[in-house]
């Protein structure tokens, strides 16, 4: 993980954003909703636009945040993001009507292993449940573009997939699981990964040709 001084001087560096962006990072911050963390988020962005995706399919919205700033990346991307929680759909819908992103941006309220899509992405973003990833994974990607690329988010879980010494059974087992999931992605046969220390660790899976 990048060191603690790093993370402070590049977080410094991060130019300021727009209000409605920095009311839902303090909402998710007192109501301990997990979006992704600052120098993580500009690291996915940049990708985004290298990408230059006309699609974009999210698996787990939590309040919209990742959403509308994918959005707001990439001029016409469209979004779709699904999330389980009731909650925290309404909470997305509202912040997403804020951002005056509702165009491009369709959030599905349901569990993303029962959804059914028949459309293809560019890029799948994959941020929800830690210990289903396989199995998002293994439905979504045959939604994949020709030169789509999957991003899996938190795969290095706060460092503890490093050294699982947490006295914790349910953390331990979910460590397990990520640790099961990154060797399995990176040793699947027909993706590249590579696995980047950047906010909780960014997953960045490219199909082979």
């Known amino acids: ?6 993370e402070s001087y590049l977080h410094s560096l991060i130019p300021e954003r727009e209000s409605v962006l920095l009311e839902m990072e303090q909402y998710a911050k007192e ?3 997990p979006i992704m963390e600052l120098v993580g988020i500009e690291a996915l962005l940049q990708f985004i636009r290298l990408i230059e995706p006309k699609s974009i399919l999210e698996i787990g919205t939590a309040i919209g945040y990742s959403s509308i700033r994918m959005a707001k990346a990439v001029q016409d991307v469209k979004v779709v993001t699904i999330e389980r929680d009731d909650e925290r759909y309404q909470k997305a819908l509202y912040y997403i009507k804020q951002a005056n992103m509702e165009e491009q941006i ?3 309220l349901g569990d993303a292993l029962e959804v059914n899509l028949e459309q293809s992405f560019d890029v799948i973003f994959i941020d ?3 210990g289903q990833y396989t199995r998002f994974f293994e439905k979504y990607e045959k939604l994949l573009a020709k030169n789509g690329v999957i991003i899996s988010d938190n ?9 699982n010494n947490t006295e914790n059974k349910r953390i331990k ?4 699981k990520i640790q099961g999931y990154n060797e399995w992605l990176m040793n699947h046969p027909d993706y590249h990964t590579t696995i980047l220390p950047i906010g ?3 997953a960045i899976s490219k199909k082979k040709r």
């Open 128 to 130: 929800a449940a830690k």
């Open 173 to 176: 087992s979910l460590v397990k």
């Open 106 to 108: 369709q959030v599905i």
């Open 200 to 202: 909780d660790g960014i």
């Open 31 to 33: 109501h301990q909703v």
């Open 155 to 163: 795969v290095l879980f706060k460092g503890l997939v490093a050294e």
């Open 1 to 6: 993980m990048i060191p603690s001084e790093i």
